[in-house]
């Protein structure tokens, strides 16, 4: 019998989830509380409840090559980092090719998930939805939970003592919408997050004085990187990925921090506390607005007044007419049974940040309940193998094993990102990736491919790690792969390309250090295999 799914969201891991289930033959239901697709991306002007929010000029922080499904890449003539409205326009172009529409029941709010009386042998759950004040019940083979984590704003008044007195407005970023009502305000926005950054300098283009406070300071890199390519374009990479898993971790440190730093942090008050940490955040102006005084960066708070912020370094200012709090959200699944997605010790009990690992039956997963630097491969990714482990074809280990690979995991995550909640979900994004497609036997092989075809093993080693490359073998190959590899740059250059020019041949030279830095690391490894001999 073909498995029911229930898939709870329509934003980009609800729909990659209906795509996997359509793909491995299963039957899908999406429950959207709203009336689109989209999700996060789906602006709304009015805050609806239990949805999630953005601001009205919100874009990627992530370019169309590195945000865009498998076997879609988007259209060659929209920009490299879109708008949320093209974005969305995206997404329905997505709905419409693949015909999802009709798996999507729209305006329909999922009250509860629970375990069938009979679920330690079928495993299955009874999901009850609200619709037009009518409630329907409805058994399902399995779950699928893509509602995201961006809902309920995380706001610990208690954290910031005096908020009581403070006569000001005070709001979270989650009800900012646009800059209008907030002229020749001065405006203290709390947090160093890109929801923080895009607020504080969006509003220091009509307030009177914007401050930013932050607690631990942040790494800020731009959308602009090497040769005028995406940052994500050149950041990820297979082969820079190798370069952080076999050089000494003092040196990887090392060199992050020279790669992050390319403005002096410390001149603009941004510097982290941790400087080794790889959580940057993507601002663009955040650096440019600083330097002309529009945004000022603060300590963090220590007290509050009626009218003024008072701040751990002893500096006051005074008149604060708005806080914002730009602090994260808590994580929110009210419709589940307490047990399933848990928090404990500042990590979250998922295996492989999908599985609840005490499960009898391994019948729900969470999709997109993860925060890597690029988002759209590893959800599509975690949707083909929870869709493959729910009709037998992978399995999961024991509850025992599951959980030691959740406490490594977070030892790794904290090492690399940092023990603040804001990265509990973080993840390093071209491991995780490669892991994903491991399980269900998408990794190509770059080795064998260098001997069978080394023109496309080479952009995939030294080109962006995206999700074109996990349709080149295992389950869902796509006979498009190859064209969409060779014509990214086709892509990216085409909405810059609107003033003819004489075109000139520049000289590769970053290529060019890139051969030399693999050959560096070859170099490195032969004498310390041979240092090693010799000791030996």
């Given amino acids: ?48 409840d239990g949805l999630a929010s953005i601001y009205q000029s919100a874009i990627t922080n992530t370019s169309k090559e590195m945000s865009c499904f498998s076997d879609l890449p988007m259209p ?38 629970k375990k069938r009386s009979d679920f330690s042998t079928t495993g299955q759950w009874v999901v009850v939805t609200e619709s037009n004040g009518k409630e329907q019940s409805a058994v399902f083979d399995t779950v699928m939970v893509c509602s995201g984590h961006h809902i309920l704003p995380h706001l610990p008044l208690e954290s910031f003592p005096g908020i009581q007195k403070f006569k000001g407005q005070y709001l979270h970023s989650h009800q900012y919408k646009h800059p209008e009502g907030f002229e020749r305000k001065r405006i203290l926005v709390i947090g160093i997050g890109n929801s923080a950054s895009d607020i504080a300098v969006e509003l220091s283009k009509k307030a009177a004085q914007v401050f930013v406070s932050t607690r631990h300071g942040s790494w800020v890199m731009g959308r602009i990187s090497e040769d005028g390519y995406p940052w994500d374009m050149v950041f990820h990479t297979h082969f820079s990925s190798m370069l952080r898993n076999v050089l000494p971790r003092r040196v990887v440190k090392w060199v992050m921090e020279q790669q992050m730093n390319q403005f002096n942090h410390e001149n603009y008050g941004l510097m982290p506390q941790n400087k080794y940490l790889m959580k940057p955040i993507l ?52 419709f ?52 493959r482990v729910f009709k037998g074809l992978c ?37 995780y990736l490669d892991e994903l497609a491991l399980e269900i036997g998408a990794k190509p092989d770059l080795l064998s491919l260098l001997l069978k075809e080394p023109k496309l093993a080479m952009k995939l080693y030294f080109g962006p790690c995206n999700s074109y490359q996990y349709r080149l073998v295992g389950p ?24 003819a020019l004489k075109t000139s041949s520049n000289f590769p030279v970053s290529f060019l250090l890139k051969i030399l830095g693999l050959l560096a690391v070859v170099v490195a490894f032969f004498f310390n295999f041979s240092g090693s001999n010799m000791s030996a």
Avoid at 12 to 34: D, H, N, Q, V, Y
Avoid at 476 to 499: D, E, H, S, V, Y
């Fill in 76 to 113: 060659e003539d929209f920009p490299n980092f879109l708008h949320n409205s093209k974005f969305l326009e995206y997404f329905r172009i997505f709905v419409k090719k693949f015909d999802l529409l009709k798996y999507i029941q729209f305006q329909t709010t999922v009250l509860s998930v």
């Fill in 476 to 499: 869902g190959q796509w006979n498009g792969t190859r064209n969409a590899i060779f014509t990214q740059k086709q892509r990216i250059l085409k909405p810059l390309k609107t003033r």
């Fill in 395 to 431: 399995t999961l280990p024991s509850e025992r094993t599951m959980m030691a690979d959740i406490i490594k995991r977070n030892k790794k995550r904290i090492d690399l990102f940092g023990e603040s909640n804001n990265q509990i979900l973080q993840t390093s994004y071209i491991d």
């Fill in 283 to 334: 601002s663009d102006d955040l650096p440019s607005h600083i330097l002309c005084g529009a945004t000022k960066v603060k300590s963090r708070v220590k007290e509050l007044t009626e009218t003024s912020a008072i701040f751990e370094d002893g500096t006051v200012e005074e008149d604060i007419d708005v806080i914002v709090f730009a602090i994260g959200y808590t994580f929110s699944f009210p």
């Fill in 1 to 48: 019998m073909v498995k029911k799914v229930a898939i709870i969201g329509a934003g980009i891991s609800g729909l990659a989830s209906i795509r996997s289930c359509l793909e491995e033959g299963l039957e899908p239901t999406c429950f959207e509380k709203g009336e689109d697709v989209g999700g996060l991306w789906k602006f709304s002007e009015n805050n609806e």
């Fill in 336 to 387: 589940l049974e307490d047990p399933l997605v848990k928090v404990e010790n500042n990590m979250v009990l998922l295996y492989k940040y999908m599985f609840p690992p005490h499960l009898e039956k391994s019948t729900l997963a969470c999709i997109g309940l993860i925060q890597p630097l690029v988002y759209f491969p590893t959800v599509e990714l975690q949707a083909h193998w929870v869709t």
